[in-house]
């Protein structure tokens, strides 16, 4: 969910520094939405330079596992 957030933060960034370059070249000079453009091109930086998290179906129910929910199958490791 982050690395969708964050692929689109850095449309909107993008998008952000086309209207800003696009203002300044008419002869107005826009620093908000380039300040804005930048703050959302490094937060997308920051979010999609993080590894993707690769599934592990070993984790699927732990809270409720935990709780006493459902019972804990031999092949359980939530103790860690």
Same mark, same amino acid.
């Given at each position: 969910?982050?690395? +969708?957030?964050?692929?689109?933060?850095?449309?909107?960034?993008?998008?952000? $520094?086309?209207?800003?370059?696009?203002?300044?070249?008419?002869?107005?000079?826009?620093? @908000?939405?380039?300040?804005?453009?930048?703050?959302?091109?490094?937060?997308?930086?920051?979010? $999609? /330079? /993080?590894?993707?998290?690769?599934? @592990?179906?070993?984790?699927?129910?732990?809270?409720?596992? +935990?709780?006493?929910?459902? @019972?804990?199958?031999?092949?359980?490791?939530? @103790? /860690?």
């Amino acid at each position: 969910m982050l690395r +969708k957030l964050s692929q689109f933060m850095l449309w909107l960034g993008l998008f952000g $520094l086309f209207l800003a370059f696009a203002a300044n070249s008419s002869g107005n000079s826009r620093p @908000d939405i380039l300040l804005a453009a930048l703050i959302l091109l490094y937060l997308s930086w920051r979010g $999609l /330079r /993080r590894p993707v998290e690769r599934f @592990d179906p070993t984790r699927r129910f732990r809270t409720l596992r +935990k709780l006493g929910l459902i @019972d804990r199958g031999s092949d359980s490791q939530e @103790d /860690r």
